[in-house]
């Protein structure tokens, strides 16, 4: 059986275990509909008392809430639960059966869960996407481009982040408070940089970058994206890569050594 193969498998086992509870899905819908409609609500209260938040009109806070509920949604979809797991198996021994694999063990540990109902935060992200573009005009083709690239640039920042968080087990030991404060953080990707005050913009940044992952890609939607910002945001994504990997190496080092 090769790689690809076996991640395949591995993947639909997933889904098959998922969709066995199908009720979940009712559940999920109801409450990414409840969620986005306190969020638009949050927005329409807010406009009827100011013209702009820090730059930001309306219709842009509604990209941002739809882009921001496709990358949250990616990373509930598989990577949360996936390495949510990942934790718990390292911490009663049984993470030596992903590393006798025939893959790469980082690989197969970031899609070894997934919580196929998230597919609801995507979808109701995209619709709201696309209902700002209908009723506010087609920012162009560029634009369009650039935020579905940067989107994805968002993504993989946040699985790197994730990774990066949930790799200290392999030196912390108790990592369940970190994945949780991490979760939460990320709520404030709902909301533009620009509102948070300087100390919170350099943490949102540099530290935890939800500036990059959020911000930037609605920025691209709006029109009004920077193209410095968006490679910055693809350095930043590779530097983060980058440091996920060599953590992830030197922590199997760490625990095989244990295990031996």
Same mark, same amino acid.
């Given at each position: ?8 498998? +591995? $993947?639909?086992?997933?889904? #098959?275990? @998922?969709? #066995?509870y199908r009720a979940n899905f009712a559940?999920?819908?109801?409450? %990414? ?8 609500? *949050?927005? @329409? /209260? ?14 842009? &806070? ?6 921001? &509920? ?9 990577? +949360? ?9 390292? &911490? ?6 992903? &590393? ?13 869960? /997934?919580?196929i109902w998230k597919l609801v935060d ?7 996407? *696309? ?31 994730? !990774?990066? %968080? ?22 404030? %990707? ?12 350099? !943490?949102?940044?540099?530290? $935890?970058?939800?500036? !990059? ?8 939607? *709006? ?11 693809v350095l930043f994504c590779g530097a ?21």
């Amino acid at each position: 059986m090769n790689r690809t193969r076996l991640l395949a498998v +591995h $993947l639909r086992a997933a889904l #098959q275990t @998922e969709w #066995q509870y199908r009720a979940n899905f009712a559940a999920q819908a109801l409450d %990414a509909a409840i969620g986005l409609g306190v969020a638009l609500g *949050a927005i @329409e /209260v807010l406009f009827r008392r100011v013209d702009e938040l820090a730059g930001w009109t309306a219709s842009q &806070l509604i990209l941002l809430t739809g882009v921001y &509920l496709v990358i949250s949604g990616f990373v509930n979809l598989v990577v +949360h639960p996936s390495l949510s797991r990942f934790v718990r198996e390292v &911490l009663n021994g049984t993470f030596d059966f992903v &590393l006798l694999k025939p893959v790469d063990a980082q690989l197969l540990t970031g899609l070894r869960e /997934v919580q196929i109902w998230k597919l609801v935060d995507i979808t109701l992200g995209c619709a709201v996407i *696309a209902a700002v573009f209908a009723t506010q005009g087609f920012p162009g083709v560029t634009a369009l481009v650039g935020m579905l690239l940067l989107t994805a640039i968002g993504v993989c920042m946040m699985c790197a982040v994730w !990774f990066i %968080a949930a790799t200290s087990v392999f030196w912390l030991i108790r990592v369940d408070n970190i994945l949780t404060i991490l979760q939460s953080c990320f709520q404030s %990707a709902k909301w533009p940089i620009s509102v948070y005050p300087r100390w919170l913009r350099v !943490f949102f940044t540099a530290v $935890l970058p939800t500036a !990059f992952s959020t911000t930037i890609p609605a920025e691209f939607a *709006a029109g009004q994206g920077s193209v410095l910002m968006g490679a910055l945001a693809v350095l930043f994504c590779g530097a983060l890569c980058i440091l996920s990997r060599w953590l992830w190496v030197r922590g199997i080092r760490r625990y095989s050594s244990a295990s031996s």
